[in-house]
């Protein structure tokens, strides 16, 4: 390695006299430097026509390139392997390597450390539903989609959120099924509310009092969806999703329904994706944790305070661009899409920067 180097002005003088017919020897005795830099001096000229510096290859790599090959592939073929486990692989081998050089090796191959996404597990039944409901909703006008009243309970914890998991991953590659953690509907939580949006705002929301059950469940709706789709101002004609929980399904409910004389959509079980709700709880659950509430009481009055805050253009940024989560859905098969977390993250940013202007 040099310990020492000619400035640019020395380089372009050994050139000139090379030029105007000196011998390596006499333009080492002319400027004073070693004939062997002088030599080299020309040498580069010669192949690059330039005494500039070029690029240098800088320290040789720790591992070897089948060493490295192989830690990509292992983080590749398993997402889930933590870097203790590719350190004692590659120490297996007889090369050792500290964790922060395995993790930059595979930052250069486009793998980076994120967060499992939870995602609920799919069978191939559920799948194939998911595809049949986006293919044959897929050229339905905007109009009908602004006709649906989107129903859904959710649990809202007091305190704390899930445990995290990292995986090795691609840009752009995080709902794949190697990549998530998956998850089952469970009971239990600090409240359970039921709530309801249109395009044209929220509608109502009521906690939850005690287990749900059909009985429950009418009630829910007997007080509150007609109430809703008044305020909403949807129209007799308007469209009411729920989901194929047992007591949404149950043959009374259903007589309720066909009495009130209302269409119910029909659904696909297990199949978050395809219901915008899931961005509102999102953002609800966000706005209220950062309320920071101290018992169940508050935690019910911030709930419904923050579900009315939610304005009517947010409700609509999210069902104008439905017709993409069915095409994400018929991309990937049936299966979870990217659609969802990027329309949440989109109006989580737009509703920021309203208060930021605000």
């Not at 069978?123 to 009243?149: E, Q, R, Y």
């Amino acid at each position: 390695m040099k310990n020492k180097e000619h400035t640019r002005q020395v380089r372009d003088t050994v050139v000139k006299k090379f030029k105007a017919g000196f011998g390596y020897k006499k333009i080492s005795q002319a400027l004073n430097i070693p004939r062997s830099t002088v030599q080299a001096i020309i040498l580069k000229w010669k192949e690059y026509q330039t005494t500039a510096n070029l690029p240098r290859p800088g320290r040789p790599s720790k591992l070897s390139a089948h060493t490295r090959r192989r830690l990509i592939r292992d983080a590749a073929k398993r997402p889930m392997i933590t870097l203790d486990e590719l350190q004692r692989s590659t120490a297996e081998v007889g090369d050792s390597a500290h964790r922060t050089t395995i993790s930059r090796i595979l930052h250069k191959s486009g793998l980076y450390g994120r967060v499992a996404r939870r995602k609920p597990f799919l069978k191939d039944i559920h799948k194939k539903c998911c595809l049949k409901f986006a293919t044959s909703h897929l050229g339905d006008t905007p109009n009908m989609w602004k006709k649906v009243l989107w129903s859904d309970e959710t649990k809202i914890e007091l305190f704390g959120n899930n445990a995290k998991r990292y995986v090795w991953r691609e840009s752009n590659t995080a709902h794949p099924s190697e990549h998530t953690i998956p998850t089952v509907k469970h009971g239990g939580g600090s409240i359970m509310v039921w709530a309801c949006f249109s395009s044209a705002g929220t509608g109502k929301m009521v906690k939850i009092d005690g287990k749900m059950d059909g009985a429950k469940y009418r009630t829910i709706l007997e007080e509150n969806l007609m109430e809703s789709a008044k305020d909403l101002r949807l129209g007799r004609r308007f469209v009411f999703q729920q989901d194929n929980d047992p007591k949404h399904k149950a043959k009374s409910t259903m007589e309720w329904f066909k009495n009130k004389h209302i269409q119910v959509l029909e659904w696909p079980s297990q199949s978050p994706d395809l219901n915008p709700i899931e961005n509102l709880w999102k953002e609800l659950k966000t706005a209220v944790h950062k309320c920071s509430p101290s018992n169940l009481t508050e935690l019910e009055l911030f709930c419904k305070e923050e579900w009315e805050k939610m304005s009517v253009s947010q409700c609509a940024k999210l069902i104008e661009p439905y017709p993409k989560r069915l095409t994400a859905v018929i991309a990937a098969k049936g299966a979870c899409s990217l659609t969802n977390r990027m329309l949440s993250r989109r109006v989580i940013v737009r509703r920021t920067a309203q208060h930021v202007i605000a």
